[in-house]
């Protein structure tokens, strides 16, 4: 019995990990599914954000060119990369200085042809694409992880703003709408009113506006949150979305950690200001695919994902304390 007894102690202290209360959860920052973790957001968009562009795409000072010639079909081949200057121009190696400034990127590019063919007579190919856009400045307010004004790469849409700045994870009701305030003038001003469900899931340009300089974007405010920990990937706080069940938020939450006790799964919910306990076999549901038994959430449940008790990732630590706990059997003997 002592050694059972020994053993217990030491399987207790080498496998319990401690449970992060409610009050750790709340002070978590806000996620969504559409973003696994927080992001330090960057500074500016660099070139590994640079925005996908159009034909339609106006040049300006600060746009990183580059160019492609191909002389008589490969037997010349120049590559070229401009820096578009504050005058709006570049100078091309022994054709001349051009300026591209409020140029579409299709205007450029036949624009640069004409003046390669006064000096070349040979035959020739020219590609040009922009390598990186130049920044522009907007300023997001409202419900944001990151609020204030941004420098982004110009040729973002409102849809990758608002994934930059932790929109995407505050898990806002799709039907909210973002407005943006452009000005059109010296006291002029144009409003957008954009629904969030078009922007995400619209499929035109519209919808997904295309953002200027000086933008000023707002944000819906989160009227609700859901909070899930226990032995999950990211215990936090979780915007609450209509129609999201008890399932979707341990997804959301990164899923159940290997040592999670799925049968034990509970839901708190405050009933005429009483807390009520649902007792919910989340295995049956998430690995059984008993979708009938998923519980439809409510604004300010609580959801726990509890641990095994005893839970040994490998061989090696179920065998670590056996051997810890024969030590500790043999020092209480003596």
């Known amino acids: 019995m002592r050694f059972i007894s020994i053993f217990l102690i030491a399987s207790f202290l080498v496998t319990l990990a401690p449970c992060p209360g409610i009050a750790q959860v709340i002070t978590t920052p806000v996620y969504n599914a559409t973003q696994a973790a927080p992001v330090a957001p960057a500074a500016a968009a660099g070139p590994s954000d640079q925005p996908s562009l159009k034909d339609t795409y106006v040049l300006g000072p600060g746009d990183l060119l580059e160019a492609h010639l191909i002389v008589k079909g490969n037997?010349?081949?120049?590559?070229?990369?401009?820096?578009?200057?504050?005058?709006?121009?570049?100078?091309?190696?022994?054709?001349?200085?051009?300026?591209?400034?409020?140029?579409?990127?299709?205007?450029?590019?036949?624009?640069?042809?004409?003046?390669?063919?006064?000096?070349?007579?040979?035959?020739?190919?020219?590609?040009?694409?922009?390598?990186?856009?130049?920044?522009?400045?907007?300023?997001?307010?409202?419900?944001?992880?990151?609020?204030?004004?941004?420098?982004?790469?110009?040729?973002?849409?409102?849809?990758?703003?608002l994934k930059m700045v932790g929109f995407a994870k505050s898990g806002s009701d799709l039907t909210d709408y973002v407005y943006v305030k452009r000005q059109t003038g010296t006291d002029e001003f144009q409003d957008f009113k954009l629904r969030l469900r078009d922007i995400f899931l619209g499929a035109d340009d519209k919808s997904n506006l295309l953002l200027k300089n000086g933008d000023i974007v707002t944000v819906p405010t989160i009227k609700s949150y859901v909070y899930v920990y226990g032995d999950v990937a990211r215990s936090g706080t979780f915007g609450y979305v209509q129609g999201q069940t008890l399932s979707d938020y341990i997804n959301i939450a990164g899923g159940p950690l290997a040592r999670a006790n799925l049968s034990g799964v509970t839901v708190t919910r405050q009933k005429n200001g009483k807390p009520h306990v649902f007792h919910i076999n989340a295995?049956?549901?998430?690995?059984?695919?008993?979708?009938?038994?998923?519980?439809?959430?409510?604004?300010?449940?609580?959801?726990?994902?509890?641990?095994?008790?005893?839970?040994?990732?490998?061989?090696?630590?179920?065998?670590?304390?056996?051997?810890?706990?024969?030590?500790l059997y043999n020092t209480v003997a003596r």
């Open 283 to 327: 295995s049956r549901i998430l690995r059984e695919g008993h979708t009938e038994e998923d519980i439809q959430i409510l604004p300010g449940d609580v959801i726990n994902v509890p641990g095994n008790f005893f839970y040994f990732s490998d061989f090696a630590s179920f065998a670590n304390t056996v051997l810890l706990a024969l030590t």
């Open 75 to 161: 037997a010349l081949v120049l590559d070229y990369s401009f820096l578009i200057n504050p005058e709006g121009s570049i100078y091309f190696p022994n054709v001349s200085e051009v300026k591209l400034e409020g140029l579409t990127l299709k205007q450029a590019r036949e624009l640069l042809r004409k003046e390669i063919a006064k000096k070349y007579r040979e035959n020739f190919t020219l590609y040009l694409m922009v390598a990186r856009s130049k920044l522009i400045n907007v300023y997001v307010a409202g419900q944001s992880v990151d609020t204030g004004l941004k420098n982004i790469s110009d040729g973002y849409r409102i849809a990758d703003l």
